[in-house]
C-alpha cells in the first residue's frame, strides 16, 4: 500500500491497490494521479451527490466466498435517477465492480471479449436476446447516462462529462452482464445479483451518524416550491420525485433548485389507505410506505383502477404494495428473468401463455397499458402523471409474476398476496381493511388444498379397496360344491331336491347358478337351502327369462339363458338345495302337473352349480361411487372459485378470442 | 371436512371388508325352521313360505 500526502491539502491519501491509478483526497475533493512514484494533481472532483447509499470506502464484504474491500466509487446518473460503482479489491488481488442501485447489489468483472462479437448500441432494443458465452442474456433496459462524480482509488481516468451509454442485460437466473458503450469498443462486464445480506458487508455508513451529518449539511427544510408546505424525506437523497402532499405539486428533487414537474393533478386527490409515513413489518424488516399512486387499466372503455404503495428500507430498497379490489399483494422487483415454453429466457414480445420461474408455471392472465392517474408521497424514480406502460401479469396463486415494459427498459417483479388482516396487521393500523371485491388475480383458492387432500384421500381408498379385493380373490376359497341337472317333465311333480352336500369353512355365501335351455320363454324358480342337521330352511327365489326374434331384418335378443343368486351369510353343515320351478310363455306359469296330451314330455331343462365363498367386487366398486361424490363436490366449488378468478382476465370463460 | 371424509371412507371400506368375510349379499332370504326330514324322497312333501304361506292353509 502507497500512502503519500496529498499536495493540496497535506491529508493523507492511500493507494491499497497496485491497479489504482487514481484516486481522491477524502478531505478536499483533489484528484490525484500516480506516475510510478510520483503523484500528479489534476485539479478537484465534484461534489457526490448524496444517495443514501449504506456503502462507503472502506467497506468489505463477500461475494461467492471471496473476500473484497471497497476501494473507490463512481456515482453515475440516468433517466430513473443514480446508481453507484463500487470499484472493489478481492483478497486474490483480483478487482471488480459492484453496481447499487435502488437496494439491488450486482457484482460484475471486465470480461475480455472480441469487440466484433458484441453487437453496437444502435443495434439494441428491448427484450433483444443476446448469447454471451454459453448464457443467453436478454436486454431489460437501455439508457444514456453520465458520470456526476467519484472517490476513492480507480484503475482509470474520469471525468464528470463522462457520457456512458450502456445496456443492462439479464439472465433466467442471477447472472447478468452490461454493456459499456462509453469507449470506442463496448465494454462488457458480466457478473451476478446477490442479496444485501448475502454480501455480508462490514463498515457500512452508520445511518445515525449518517443523519446527522446530513441534517446539518441540509439545515433548510425543504420547501413546496408551489405551495410552501414543508416536508421532511422520509427516503432520503434516493426520493428523486416529490409530490406535495398538500397541493399535488411534483418536485423534481434531482434539481438543485428543486424545479416543479407540474403544479396540480387532473385527478381528485385521493387519501391512501394507509397513511404516508406508516411503518410495518413485512418478510422480517421494516418498510415505510413513502408513496402512493393510483393507476388504471383502460380494458374495452372500461377504467379498472388500483393502488400502489411505495415501501422503503435502507439496507433492502424498495418493494410496492399493490391494493386492487381489496386485494392485496407485496411486489419485489426481480433480478432474473422468467423462461418462455421454450426454455430461453422470455425475450421479445408478444406475451406467452405460460412462463416459468424456478420451476413454477405461471399462466398469463392480463396485458393492458397502464397508466398513472394519481400520486402523492416520494418515488425513487422520476414520476410522470399519465405515465404509461405495458403491464404483463402471469399468475400462479399466490404468486403473481409482473412485467412493466417502456421503450428504454423492461422490469420484471414478482409479487405474492397477502390477506388483508395481514397488512392490517404488519402496519398497525386500526379498523378493518376494505372489504375484498371479487376473486383477486393471484388470490390462493381456500379449495386448492382441501380438493387436493380429498382426491389423495379418494386415491388412498381406491387402493386400499383394490388390494383388499385383491386379496379376497386370492384367499376365498371359490369351491365348486355342486353341479346337477334336471327336467321338469310335463304331468310329473316338476319340484326336485339335489343330492346333498356339505360346505366347509367360515361362515360364508353361496353363489347358485341356474343354466337353462329357455327359448322365449321364462321360468321361476322357488328354492330352499335346508340344513340337513339343524332343518334349517333358507328360501329364496330367481327369475329367468329369454327371448328373442328379429323385427325389421334385424335380431333382437332380451334376458339371459342362465342367471346366478347369492345366498349370504350360510354357515358350515350338510345341505340340500330343493327346486319348485315355474314356466310359462305368457303371464300365467303352464300347469306342469297336469295330465294331457303332452304328458312325459320335457318342458323345461336345467342345471344347477353351486360356489361356495365367491368375493364380489361390485360392492366396492358402489363405495367408491359413493366416496367419489365429496371430492366431486368440492371440484365443483373449486372451478367455481378459478372461475370468478378467470373472469377479470384476458382469457375469460367463454371468451371466444381464446 | 377432510378428516371427516377419511372418517367416512375408512368407515365404507371397513363395512366393504366385513360383507366380503361373511359373505352378506343383498339377496331377500327368509329362513324357516322344521323343514321336512323325509324331504330327499318326498320333494312335494315341502312347500315353501311363498308357495304355501301366502295362499293360506
Not at chain 1, 355 to 382: C, I, N
Not at chain 1, 569 to 587: A, C, F, H, I, K
Request: one cysteine or more; charged letters at 20%; proline letters at 6%.
Amino acid at each position: 500500500m502507497l500512502e503519500i500526502a496529498c499536495p493540496s491539502c497535506g491529508d493523507a491519501v492511500r493507494f491499497r491497490s497496485e491497479s489504482s491509478v487514481y484516486s481522491t483526497c477524502a478531505s478536499c475533493q483533489s484528484l490525484l494521479v500516480r506516475h510510478d512514484v510520483d503523484i500528479e494533481l489534476l485539479g478537484k472532483v465534484a461534489d457526490l451527490q448524496p444517495d443514501g447509499t449504506p456503502i462507503q470506502i472502506g467497506t468489505s464484504g463477500v461475494f461467492d466466498g471471496a473476500a473484497f474491500e471497497v476501494l473507490g466509487r463512481i456515482q453515475i446518473h440516468h433517466p430513473e435517477g443514480y446508481w453507484n460503482e463500487w470499484f472493489l479489491q478481492f483478497q486474490d488481488g483480483r478487482h471488480g465492480w459492484l453496481g447499487e442501485a435502488m437496494g439491488e447489489y450486482f457484482v460484475s468483472s471486465l470480461v475480455q471479449t472480441e469487440p466484433q462479437s458484441l453487437p453496437g448500441f444502435a443495434d439494441l432494443h428491448v427484450g433483444k436476446a443476446l448469447r454471451v458465452g454459453s448464457r443467453e442474456l436478454v436486454v431489460t433496459n437501455l439508457a444514456q447516462a453520465r458520470v456526476v462524480s467519484f472517490q476513492g482509488e480507480l484503475p482509470f481516468v474520469m471525468s464528470t462529462e463522462y457520457e456512458l451509454p450502456f445496456a443492462d442485460l439479464r439472465s433466467a437466473g442471477r447472472t447478468g452482464a452490461t454493456l459499456d458503450y462509453s469507449e470506442e469498443e463496448p465494454l462488457l462486464f458480466v457478473g451476478a445479483f446477490r442479496d444485501f445480506d448475502e454480501l455480508q458487508f462490514r463498515g457500512l455508513r452508520d445511518p445515525e451518524e449518517e443523519a446527522e451529518r446530513r441534517s446539518a449539511a441540509d439545515a433548510k427544510v425543504l420547501r413546496c416550491p408551489n405551495c410552501g408546505a414543508p416536508h421532511e424525506l422520509a427516503g432520503g437523497p434516493r426520493t428523486q420525485t416529490l409530490v406535495c402532499t398538500f397541493c399535488d405539486a411534483g418536485i423534481d428533487l434531482t434539481d438543485p433548485n428543486y424545479g416543479l414537474l407540474w403544479k396540480a393533478q387532473k385527478a381528485r386527490k385521493e387519501e391512501p389507505g394507509i397513511p404516508l409515513g406508516t411503518k410495518g413489518n413485512l418478510d422480517g424488516a421494516t418498510w415505510e410506505c413513502l408513496g402512493f399512486q393510483r393507476r388504471f387499466v383502460r380494458i374495452e372503455g372500461v377504467d379498472y383502477y388500483w393502488s400502489e404503495y411505495v415501501c422503503y428500507n435502507r439496507e433492502r430498497g424498495y418493494r410496492y404494495l399493490v391494493e386492487s379490489s381489496g386485494h392485496w399483494t407485496w411486489v419485489a422487483p426481480m433480478h432474473k428473468l422468467p423462461t418462455a415454453s421454450d426454455g430461453r429466457p422470455v425475450h421479445g414480445w408478444p406475451p406467452q401463455d405460460f412462463l416459468m420461474l424456478d420451476g413454477q408455471k405461471f399462466k398469463h392472465f392480463q396485458s393492458a397499458t397502464g397508466q398513472v392517474a394519481y400520486v402523492v408521497g416520494e418515488f425513487p424514480w422520476r414520476v410522470k402523471v399519465e405515465d404509461s406502460a405495458g403491464l404483463h401479469d402471469y399468475i400462479c396463486p399466490p404468486q403473481i409474476l409482473s412485467a412493466e415494459v417502456t421503450s428504454d427498459g423492461m422490469t420484471w417483479s414478482l409479487g405474492r398476496y397477502l390477506e388483508p388482516e395481514e397488512v392490517w396487521s404488519a402496519f398497525g393500523l386500526s379498523g378493518n381493511p376494505p372489504a375484498r371485491s371479487g376473486v383477486g388475480a393471484n388470490q390462493p383458492s381456500p379449495l386448492a388444498g382441501m380438493l387436493r387432500t380429498a382426491w389423495m384421500q379418494y386415491a388412498v381408498f381406491f387402493l386400499v379397496g383394490f388390494l383388499m379385493m385383491i386379496g379376497f380373490s386370492i384367499l376365498s376359497a371359490q369351491a365348486p360344491v355342486l353341479t346337477q341337472d334336471f327336467v321338469a317333465v310335463q304331468g310329473e311333480e316338476p319340484s326336485v331336491v339335489t343330492r346333498p352336500f356339505k360346505l366347509e369353512g367360515r361362515t360364508s355365501n353361496l353363489v347358485v347358478r341356474l343354466q337353462t335351455t329357455l327359448d322365449n320363454r321364462w321360468a321361476y324358480f322357488d328354492m330352499a337351502l335346508i340344513n340337513e342337521e339343524t332343518r334349517q330352511a333358507r328360501i329364496f327365489s330367481k327369475s329367468v327369462s329369454y327371448y328373442h326374434g328379429s323385427s325389421g331384418g334385424e335380431s333382437w335378443r332380451e334376458g339371459s339363458k342362465a342367471e346366478e343368486v347369492t345366498v349370504p351369510s350360510v354357515p358350515s353343515g350338510t345341505y340340500v338345495l330343493r327346486l319348485e320351478p315355474q314356466t310359462g310363455t305368457g303371464n300365467t306359469p303352464d300347469n306342469l302337473s297336469a295330465k294331457g296330451s303332452t304328458a312325459g314330455q320335457p318342458v323345461l331343462k336345467y342345471g344347477v352349480r353351486l360356489t361356495r365363498d365367491v368375493p364380489s367386487w361390485s360392492y366396492l366398486w358402489f363405495v367408491m361411487v359413493l366416496l367419489a361424490i365429496y371430492p366431486i363436490l368440492v371440484w365443483i366449488r373449486y372451478g367455481s372459485f378459478e372461475q370468478k378468478r378467470w373472469l377479470e382476465s384476458d382469457h375469460a370463460p367463454g371468451d371466444s378470442s381464446d | 371436512m377432510n378428516l371427516f371424509y377419511g372418517i367416512l371412507g375408512s368407515a365404507a371400506l371397513a363395512l366393504v371388508f366385513w360383507v366380503q368375510f361373511v359373505g352378506w349379499s343383498p339377496t331377500s332370504v327368509d329362513q324357516m325352521p322344521n323343514a321336512p326330514k323325509n324331504i330327499r324322497n318326498n320333494p312335494a312333501a315341502y312347500r315353501s313360505f311363498y308357495a304355501v304361506g301366502f295362499r293360506g292353509k
